[in-house]
């Protein structure tokens, strides 16, 4: 039985294990894109992002009973502004003229299908919108987390469901 979801999985980037069978890979699409990438060596810079979700679902609106999963992993997209065929966009997805309300209803599913005393990871990259913006839009704070990334702009964070 799966007692993980990851709700906006894109290409799976962040699991060393991205078939793990405890989990469910969710996300709004399903498709392959060819991108411009020069940074994987490959002769003619192109690369294929693959998202491919177990079940195509909208982070906004779970399709899951509530206190369903162990911990929930929600990376959802963090841009405003990327061209539409950008390598950016592609990977990462691109938030909607109604950002913030989108990913306040996120926060409000993801911790709805959570268990109680489950752990709730999020991860967000705040090049465009900075983090205090979107932790303003959740009450429950972060327990602790980590930065990471080139710019020191990805930020970990770890939550617990009361």
């Given at each position: 039985?799966?007692?993980?979801?990851?709700?906006?999985?894109?290409?799976?980037?962040?699991?060393?294990?991205?078939?793990?069978?405890?989990?469910?890979f969710?996300?709004?699409?399903?498709e392959?894109?060819?991108?411009?990438?020069?940074?994987?060596?490959?002769?003619?810079?192109?690369?294929?992002?693959?998202i491919?979700?177990?079940?195509?679902?909208?982070?906004?609106?779970?399709?899951?009973?509530?206190?369903?999963?162990?911990?929930?992993?929600?990376?959802?997209?963090?841009?405003?502004?990327?061209?539409?065929?950008?390598?950016?966009?592609?990977?990462?997805g691109?938030?909607?003229?109604?950002?913030?309300?989108?990913?306040?209803?996120?926060?409000?599913?993801?911790?709805?299908?959570?268990?109680?005393?489950?752990?709730?990871?999020?991860?967000?990259?705040?090049?465009?919108?900075?983090?205090?913006e979107?932790?303003?839009?959740?009450?429950?704070q972060?327990?602790?987390?980590?930065?990471?990334?080139?710019?020191?702009?990805?930020?970990?964070?770890?939550?617990?469901?009361?």
């Amino acid at each position: 039985m799966e007692r993980i979801l990851d709700p906006c999985c894109g290409p799976r980037s962040m699991w060393f294990d991205r078939e793990n069978p405890n989990a469910i890979f969710g996300d709004i699409r399903s498709e392959a894109i060819t991108v411009t990438d020069r940074s994987h060596g490959r002769q003619d810079g192109k690369r294929i992002l693959r998202i491919e979700p177990d079940e195509l679902i909208d982070f906004r609106d779970l399709p899951y009973a509530d206190d369903t999963f162990r911990l929930v992993a929600f990376d959802p997209p963090h841009l405003e502004r990327a061209g539409p065929k950008s390598w950016m966009t592609a990977r990462y997805g691109k938030l909607s003229d109604d950002c913030r309300d989108d990913i306040r209803r996120g926060f409000c599913e993801c911790f709805r299908v959570l268990e109680p005393e489950g752990v709730f990871v999020f991860k967000w990259n705040e090049a465009q919108v900075k983090l205090c913006e979107v932790l303003s839009l959740t009450e429950i704070q972060p327990l602790f987390g980590r930065v990471s990334g080139r710019g020191g702009l990805t930020h970990w964070l770890v939550f617990m469901k009361p």
